[in-house]
């Protein structure tokens, strides 16, 4: 991992609030952890609006047993 870099941020109370009750339902650690992705995803949005190469993933798990689509 890059080694990290401390900074500050001024946030208004109630959006502070806000903030914290999502990223405890999204299970994030700490807040540092949310802002991280938060800014990630940010850059990720504008190299897409930008037409630039982004690498992605899709993983699928499944059940061979259990059939997709139930049959009439």
């Not at 940010?42 to 993983?59: G, H, I, K, Q, R």
């Amino acid at each position: 991992m890059a080694e990290l870099t401390r900074t500050g941020v001024s946030i208004e109370e109630d959006l502070l609030t806000q903030f914290d009750r999502v990223i405890r339902k999204r299970g994030y650690k700490n807040r540092s952890e949310a802002i991280r992705d938060l800014i990630r995803e940010s850059l990720v949005s504008d190299a897409v609006d930008l037409n630039e190469p982004v690498v992605a993933t899709l993983s699928m798990v499944y059940d061979i047993i259990v059939p997709i689509c139930p049959t009439s």
